[in-house]
């Protein structure tokens, strides 16, 4: 029997989080939520701002106790799931194992980015087929490797100490950074470029767009307000590094990021050898699914923009971040600026079967998360969150360790079945022409 009510409850949600996008560009929403139909995780990792319309509700059957007046307000990722982490080359030019992709991020609850990743652990081992003995255990072993990291940052002086790199990990992580290890920088520039009299010039295909002269102007003048916002300390000597090359319009993005106007930019690089040509991606930034649940006034007036707030967060979350990393404005909207790096290599779960090689990659997991929460990076200046995160999450689950690893594994438990179901009603709402844009 179909669940009107909660379908209802599905269109509600989705229209009221991505109706401008979807009239912007219907043709990229029908590209994303037909990914969404694949499969119950898939549909998970396109509806955050489902998730928080859940979890926020005070009087609905997830809300959770947890956490004291402190741990409710710290940065959280907001969007965590098995399918966020991955490698990346940081500002010290080491390769490091971590949390990526920060375009949700915001302050919130220390559990909600728990209760997200949980959630997504279950539905992968469902997916996988594992008995839910085993799927259980593995939530488990990723909340007490959360905690116990958390008491590693109580017991360090400094924040920064613990990372994941090629000398303390192994199995499915170790052949991740290995992979990054391996790649080139000229490899990515030949994919995406060409020489053009002996300069680099983006490569023509289907998800770039040539810039007409007035748009240019535009894109230019926003990338050099973006200039201003790289910290002094991480600007290149070098003044041609960041001289422009070319730039293009670019589509073609995963699936949290349809609708989203972009651009990629080409700049001189690291030298005038053309395998150092460096690409920035200058992506609109989108407005994090859990701020429309939750009372902002308090943090409002903190952000000039979307982009600006995108950037503030990864800085609070991330340990050693992009150099490269800044915002700027693009007709009145906010705009995320990365490099466009070679070196990040997503985890593979595709090969990861068997529950005890799941749980060794788990256990890492745990401890990455609690060093997005506990450590930040040196040029993070923001004052919003301005105590020590491991002592509030710890004050918040004193005495109550087992109690919280196992409402979070009960939680993960159910609220996967919530969304196999929910996965089901959305399909049939999306051939139906129900979710703002047709099926065809």
Not at 329 to 344: H, K, T
Request: hydrophobic content about 40%; proline content about 2%.
């Amino acid at each position: 029997m179909v669940d009107k009510k909660r379908t209802d409850r599905i269109v509600d949600v989705l229209g009221e989080a991505f109706a401008p996008l979807m009239e912007a560009d219907p043709a990229a929403f029908r590209s994303k939520y037909r990914k969404m139909a694949s499969d119950p995780h898939s549909f998970y990792r396109g509806t955050a701002c489902l998730f928080y319309a859940d979890v926020t509700d005070e009087k609905g059957e997830w809300a959770e106790d947890f956490c004291d007046d402190r741990a409710r307000r710290i940065w959280v990722h907001a969007d965590l799931h098995v399918e966020n982490f991955g490698t990346y080359l940081n500002s010290d030019g080491v390769l490091v194992f971590d949390v990526n992709d920060f375009d949700e991020a915001y302050l919130g609850r220390f559990t909600w980015d728990l209760q997200r990743f949980a959630a997504s652990l279950a539905l992968v081992g469902w997916q996988k087929a594992l008995p839910e003995e085993d799927v259980r255990r593995l939530i488990g072993s990723y909340v007490r490797a959360y905690l116990a990291q958390v008491d590693e940052y109580r017991r360090s002086a400094e924040d920064d100490d613990f990372a994941l790199h090629l000398d303390n990990t192994e199995g499915p992580v170790h052949a991740a950074l290995v992979s990054a290890r391996g790649r080139r920088r000229a490899d990515l520039l030949d994919a995406s470029t060409v020489l053009d009299q002996d300069v680099r010039v983006f490569r023509e295909d289907s998800s770039v767009r040539r810039l007409g002269k007035r748009e240019r102007q535009q894109v230019v003048r926003a990338f050099e307000g973006y200039l201003e916002t790289i910290p002094e300390d991480k600007r290149f000597d070098r003044e041609l590094f960041y001289e422009l090359r070319d730039v293009v319009g670019k589509s073609g993005f995963g699936i949290g990021s349809a609708g989203l106007p972009a651009y990629n930019v080409l700049v001189e690089g690291y030298s005038q050898a053309l395998d150092n040509d460096v690409v920035l991606s200058m992506k609109q930034a989108n407005v994090p699914a859990v701020s429309r649940f939750v009372d902002t006034t308090a943090v409002e007036d903190y952000f000039q923009h979307e982009g600006h707030r995108t950037v503030v967060s990864q800085r609070a979350l991330q340990v050693h971040t992009d150099p490269l990393l800044g915002h700027t404005e693009l007709g009145g909207v906010g705009y995320v600026v990365s490099e466009v790096s070679p070196y990040e290599v997503d985890l593979d779960w595709s090969g990861l079967t068997e529950p005890d090689e799941i749980a060794a990659v788990v256990g890492l997991l745990g401890r990455a998360t609690a060093k997005i929460h506990c450590a930040s990076d040196e040029d993070s200046e923001q004052d919003l969150v301005d105590f020590q995160v491991e002592e509030a999450v710890a004050a918040s689950v004193e005495g109550r360790r087992r109690e919280l690893t196992s409402w979070l594994t009960d939680f993960a438990m159910r609220y996967a079945v919530r969304v196999r179901d929910d996965h089901a009603l959305f399909v049939d709402a999306f051939r139906e022409g129900r979710i703002g844009v047709s099926a065809t």
